[in-house]
């Protein structure tokens, strides 16, 4: 699902380094034929020069590339899911794909997390958590499990693990797995999901919308499938406290409903400091 995705990205990319490269060229023509003119065919040709190198020739290329679409998103069907609910769908253009969005999330349970959202290596999964939260989507609802992994699952107003958007956005950040001739001991390895890592989770993998996952304890599955899209930056203190909670079974008997509630009271998005958080880039 994600390769189609990729490849448009890929392609407006490209044709702004063909850009690039096709202005070097001319520079360097200019250059030569300033060397060797007089004064007079100097100066017209700089003025030449300059709208040519300006992009005056190629503006239409420019527009095309900057009219690429960024993140796509895909249709859900809300009547064969009930759990689903119709906020609209965040904007295809114009989304940051550099820097990092700060995401705080005040719970019941003590201090607010903060989460820096990384723009560059998830820049669709951080659009889409920062849509939500302006529709205010996150706002009074729970989260709904404690996974036997070490992670608590949020984003489902309805607490199924079927609830979400109308719309689904494909995995950009998983982790690549471990390779099984690797010799090194598995305690020797740096973790695919560290202890504060922040990832989308889809029901099926890859169909992304509203839940995410912050992990409580380091995770290294043989099958990577979540997104990664940011890390806790601050309220450590009540992630760890998250973590102690004891579960009971739900109903479907598996036992990761929390027995206190995990409220979350408001979910925010906004640009993050200066001294923002390092980069949620995947292990390798």
Not at 40 to 66: K, N, P, Y
Not at 73 to 97: F, R, Y
Not at 174 to 190: L, N
Request: net charge neutral.
């Amino acid at each position: 699902m994600a390769s189609s995705r990729d490849r448009q990205r890929k392609l407006a990319r490209a044709k702004l380094d063909r850009q690039m490269v096709r202005r070097a060229a001319k520079e360097n023509r200019r250059r030569r034929l300033l060397a060797g003119a007089g004064s007079a065919v100097a100066v017209l040709l700089i003025v030449a020069g300059v709208a040519w190198i300006g992009g005056a020739f190629d503006s239409d290329e420019t527009t095309e590339a900057a009219d690429q679409d960024i993140c796509l998103w895909t249709p859900q069907n809300a009547s064969t899911n009930s759990n689903l609910k119709d906020v609209g769908t965040p904007p295809t253009k114009d989304i940051p794909t550099l820097g990092t969005q700060t995401m705080t999330i005040s719970t019941s349970q003590g201090e607010p997390i903060v989460v820096g959202l990384d723009s560059e290596v998830s820049p669709c999964g951080t659009a889409d958590i920062t849509y939500l939260a302006s529709k205010k989507f996150y706002d009074n609802t729970d989260c709904h499990e404690i996974t036997s992994y070490g992670a608590v699952r949020c984003g489902d107003p309805s607490g199924t693990g079927l609830g979400g958007p109308t719309y689904s956005v494909y995995n950009e950040n998983v982790p690549t797995g471990p390779d099984p001739s690797a010799s090194a001991a598995p305690d020797a390895k740096t973790p695919l999901y560290p202890k504060g890592t922040v990832a989308l989770i889809g029901n099926p993998p890859g169909t992304n919308g509203s839940q995410f996952l912050i992990f409580t304890k380091d995770y290294s599955p043989a099958t990577p499938e979540f997104s990664i899209v940011g890390k806790v930056t601050g309220g450590q203190a009540t992630v760890d406290k998250l973590a102690k909670i004891p579960t009971t079974a739900n109903s479907t008997g598996d036992k990761v409903k929390p027995t206190q509630k995990i409220t979350i009271k408001t979910l925010t998005v906004g640009d993050a400091p200066a001294s923002a958080a390092p980069s949620a880039s995947t292990q390798s």
